[in-house]
Nanobody
């Protein structure tokens, strides 16, 4: 049984920073990729970033490139999302997700390809 638990959300002013964490438990050894998605009120869920669990290779949405950084601590089964220069448009519920496949270029951002999800953590930028 796989469980993903996010933490680190909160409220911050424009230009501020937050770091989200996602710790995986259960049968996580076969994960190829872990990622972050977000969903704002009235909008569809969108991909933010993903990381190859083995190699550390990363993918980012254009809207967060240069501002957000995804990283992982293999020993702790934890993935982080460092968010800098936050904007009001970044306000959303952020979800951690995992899948067995690596973050291939043509599929890393498809939420339907991730079978494992966390409960989400709210990020509010004002």
């Amino acid at each position: 049984h796989v469980q993903l638990v996010e933490s680190g959300g909160g409220s911050v002013q424009t230009g501020g920073s937050l770091r989200l964490s996602c710790t995986a438990s259960g049968t996580t050894g076969s994960f190829g990729c872990m990622g972050w998605f977000r969903q704002a009120p009235g909008k569809e869920r969108e991909a933010v970033a993903a990381i190859d669990v083995s190699t550390g290779a990363t993918r980012y949405a254009e809207s967060v490139k240069g501002r957000f950084t995804i990283s992982r601590d293999h020993a702790k089964n934890t993935v982080y999302l460092q968010m800098n220069s936050l904007k009001p448009d970044d306000t959303a519920v952020y979800y951690c997700a995992a899948r067995l496949e690596k973050p291939y270029r043509d599929s890393w951002d498809r939420s339907q390809d991730y079978p494992f999800w966390g409960q989400g953590t709210q990020v509010t930028v004002s």
